[in-house]
């Protein structure tokens, strides 16, 4: 069923919606969903699969609906009959903004026609360094090259942020061109190589200067050591 948005989600997310049952393919070992109170659930346990009850879900109108919040829809082992179909679910309700997030967005470029007119796409570039053994998703690299060529709306989150190298990681978002960007840190403990306070302020600041809008997570104070952008127009409305 549709939800309400809670929590650490995104603040400009009203809701979101699940369709896609199984465990997601790239298996990040920071996954949010290992976090909810008795671990993971059973829905996003086992293979993938598609819930069929939920494609007769009544979206009505004048949400931002965040779909697949807890997998990925786009990852490569996501079939395509499966992806048509929740795509399709969405096309019906027209008067919403659909938010997909991926972190194969090669594979937005299959779909992009079939997508809903309102709809905004992410996904997640948490550093532009290469490291092993904390996900099985595509590079930061590809993911940013394959951001690079959608023409669309589109936004980038970084989180849970990682060491980076702050003059390549603020040349690949400016050639992306997104919207806004989304920064957050690990909140849940998982010991990621994390970039000093002073790296991430000067992040801040370059993307800024690129005219991009920043949206601070929470989660970012840790890191900041408890200091607040406060000058950034997202918080006003937060």
Known sequence: MIKKSVGNMYPWVTHTHC??????????????VDHFPF?????????LRITEKELSVKYGSGKTIFI?????????????????????HCCEHPMNTYVFQTKNPKRFECFIRDLPGERILGT?????RHY?????????????????????????????????????????????????????ADS????????????????IKNLKGCGIEIREKHNLHR????????????????
Request: net charge negative; proline share 8%; glycine share 6%.
């Open 68 to 88: 697949e919040n807890c997998n990925d829809l786009f990852a490569e082992a996501v079939p395509y009959e499966f992806i048509s179909k929740i795509i399709s």
């Open 132 to 184: 092993l053994g904390w996900s099985s998703a595509p590079d930061p690299i590809e993911r940013a090259r394959a951001m690079n060529m959608i023409q669309a709306r589109k936004f980038i989150t970084i989180e849970p942020i990682m060491n980076f190298d702050v003059d390549i990681l603020t040349s690949w978002i400016d050639l992306i061109r997104p919207e806004f960007v989304n920064i957050g």
């Open 19 to 32: 369709h896609l049952g199984g465990e997601c393919p790239h298996k990040c070992v920071y996954c949010y």
């Open 39 to 47: 671990g993971r659930p059973a829905k996003y346990q086992g293979p």
């Open 188 to 203: 849940k403990g998982h010991n990621l190589p994390e970039p000093s306070a002073d790296k991430v302020s000067s992040l």
């Open 223 to 238: 890191l900041l050591g408890g200091h607040v952008h406060d000058d950034l127009p997202w918080r006003a409305n937060a």
């Open 124 to 128: 997640t570039i948490e550093t532009n």
